[in-house]
């Protein structure tokens, strides 16, 4: 999900651990927070990077859907979907991966790059989808 090229660093440093050690400074966390919850975006793709990378993808969907929701931000969707999505849709996750889907499709609609594959393996198809508008109204 990062954009963060996770090629060692020319020092030899990981972004990855570097990552590790932002996750674990609440001041940075604090401020990038703040800034995110205002719409900055590239504070959202940093403190997303750092959560993604410390393997705290799901504690992350709060802010994606911030930035989704309030700001209209399409990779914002598309993460809010990766969060949401599960791969074995039962009883137990329908709504929430129909959540996903609304998410998912969103991300499609502007033209988010990553949402292209993610759609054909959701739906088995390009065409012919529902819009996220119609599937919203499912939902609800």
């Known amino acids: 999900m990062g954009c963060v090229d996770r090629e060692k660093k020319k020092d030899g440093s990981s972004p990855l651990k570097e990552h590790a ?3 674990n400074s609440k001041d940075e966390i604090r401020s990038l927070v703040n800034k995110v919850v205002l719409g900055d975006t590239n ?3 940093k403190l997303r990077d750092i959560y993604m990378d410390s393997n705290h993808g799901r ?3 709060v802010y994606s859907i911030i930035m ?3 700001y209209n931000f399409a990779q914002a969707y598309f993460d809010t979907y990766l969060a949401l999505k599960t791969d074995i ?3 137990s996750n329908q709504r929430s991966n129909k959540l996903a889907n609304y998410y ?3 991300a499609y609609e502007m033209k988010v790059a990553d949402a292209n594959s993610s759609i054909i393996e959701r739906f088995n198809k390009k065409h012919g989808l529902p819009t996220s508008k119609e599937l919203w109204i499912e939902i609800n």
């Open 43 to 45: 504070s959202y793709i």
């Open 21 to 23: 050690v932002s996750f």
């Open 68 to 70: 989704a929701e309030n």
């Open 59 to 61: 504690e992350f969907l």
């Open 89 to 91: 849709v039962d009883s």
């Open 104 to 106: 998912l499709l969103k």
